[in-house]
């Protein structure tokens, strides 16, 4: 992870978590153009920025639609299982949104580590 750029890959995360916390799903070009993102790079940036979810914790790169429909172009799990994982991604990102810290525990047993920094998360 050396060759990326810090400041831009906290950014994708950020970018990632508000669309799953919004309910939304974004094209790989749109997220590209917002993380100033070549194309041929975001696969990288996308896994980067996953590393670090807890085991269960929903992934919000599920919130990428691949350009020719369904699921992201790296989903972390099978494919065909998308909209359920999009649907656990809105979830757990929109309650971390409107939760505070106490109440998201008690739902989801530990904060999430992303968007921070690796290991701000509790499990």
Known sequence: ???LEMERLWFLRGVLAAFASSGEVVQLGEICKLCRLRPEEASTYLE???QGLHEDEPD???VIAAETGGGAGTPRGPSGKWPARLRDAHQYWRDRRYLEDQEFEKE?????TF???PGTGKH
């Not at 989801?108 to 999430?112: A, N, Q, Y």
């Open 108 to 112: 989801w047993s530990w904060l999430p």
């Open 60 to 62: 919000f790169c599920d």
């Open 48 to 50: 980067a920025a996953r």
């Open 115 to 117: 968007p921070g920094p």
């Open 1 to 3: 992870m050396s060759n």
